[in-house]
């Protein structure tokens, strides 16, 4: 079964394993794109809503998805 392989393997479960592959595919599209519409960043990482990747992305970086944008600009 693939969510105990995750957790005896990894020690983490398979859903917050997800959930973090998301948000640094996200940081790295805001790395890459520093202008890219969140939107745009949100659909691209496979978030289903706007705001739970905006709640999501707070919780695990600890800075809202515009601020780390902002943070990314030159």
Not at 2 to 31: C, I, N, W
Not at 38 to 59: D, N, W
């Amino acid at each position: 079964h693939p969510s105990q392989l995750f957790r005896t393997t990894l020690g983490v479960s398979y859903k917050p394993f997800l959930t973090l592959l998301r948000v640094e595919r996200a940081k790295k599209l805001l790395a890459a794109d520093p202008y890219a519409a969140i939107s745009q960043v949100t659909e691209a990482s496979g978030f289903g809503s706007l705001s739970q990747f905006e709640r999501t992305f707070k919780q695990q970086i600890g800075c809202s998805p515009r601020a780390y944008r902002r943070a990314q600009r030159p």
